[in-house]
């Protein structure tokens, strides 16, 4: 039975359940409930700290996880990212009294808090650069006005928390972070197979739509440009010998563009469907 971690609580919490029971996988009623056995699916999922997932996939208590890649990288544990999610989105960001530090080499010999520690400690050293890094488990950017840190590494999205704490950002992201999944190093990429197979598949049809359309047989090929599909669309002949029915995947984002470019070559009947899952 493939054993998983799954995040208990905090922001990929909720997106993770979501994207788990929309790969038909079944997921704890009760918030309290750590451990749940899917017989069905034989799979097995831990509730964990996202900060231990990593940890625990390195160490090979469970086989895969879902965590993010900050934490990943900042546990330094032995895992293997597999496949990125699409929630979760953070961006790491330097930030310092902007009168005192504007780029990273002058944060040489200084103090940098932060809730990643060995992250930050690393990103630092790849640059040649030596400095204190304090651990913070919260409330980072209040750090430099209380007198722990010169500078802070920290989650930013707009800065304005930053700012309003006197402090800027400065240098070139640290990491673009999102929700992963995870496989432990002596895992191998079949065991964990199936479980990608219907992450992916749930994921592409987040980013798809099915497309359907009539179009002339003399059109058809100017309609073929507008919607190419992976391979290649689906054409049937209609009772109307001069029609044909178009069966294809679209991006979602391009759905209502690509639609109005169908219906000015001559497609009529443009239907859109929403997708469950796919495998392409």
Do not use: C
């Not at 895992?79 to 930030?95: H, K, M, N, P, Q």
């Not at 592409?204 to 047989?217: F, N, T, V, W």
Request: charged share 25%; hydrophobic share 45%; aromatic share 6%.
């Amino acid at each position: 039975m493939l054993r998983v971690a799954v995040p208990n609580k905090g922001s990929l919490s909720e997106p993770a359940v979501s994207l788990l029971i929309e790969a038909g996988y079944k997921q704890r009623r009760d918030p309290r409930e750590l451990v749940l056995k899917d017989v069905r699916n034989d799979i097995e999922f831990f509730f964990l700290r996202p900060r231990d997932v990593a940890v625990y996939v390195g160490s090979g208590t469970v086989q895969a996880g879902i965590t993010g890649r900050d934490l990943l990288l900042d546990s330094s544990a032995a895992a293997t990212e597999v496949l990125e999610l699409g929630f979760g989105g953070s961006t790491f960001r330097y930030a310092a009294p902007p009168e005192q530090i504007t780029a990273i080499s002058q944060l040489a010999g200084r103090r940098v808090a932060t809730s990643y520690p060995h992250l930050v400690d690393t990103h630092l050293r790849s640059f040649g650069v030596e400095a204190e890094v304090v651990r913070l488990d919260g409330a980072v950017e209040s750090s430099v006005r209380l007198g722990v840190a010169d500078a802070v590494a920290d989650v930013v999205s707009t800065g304005t928390t930053l700012r309003a704490a006197g402090l800027e950002v400065l240098g070139e992201p640290l990491l673009k972070s999102e929700a992963i999944l995870v496989r432990g190093n002596s895992v191998a990429d079949t065991d964990v197979a199936v479980l990608v197979a219907r992450l992916r598949g749930v994921l592409m049809a987040r980013q798809y739509i099915l497309l359907d359309y009539d179009i002339p047989g003399d059109r058809l090929e100017e309609a073929v440009r507008v919607t190419p599909g992976f391979e290649a669309p689906t054409v049937t002949p209609l009772h109307d010998s001069q029609w044909q029915a178009v069966r294809v995947m679209v991006p979602r984002v391009e759905m209502n563009h690509v639609m109005d470019a169908l219906y000015a070559v001559g497609a009529r009947a443009i239907l859109a469907t929403e997708l469950l899952a796919a495998r392409v």
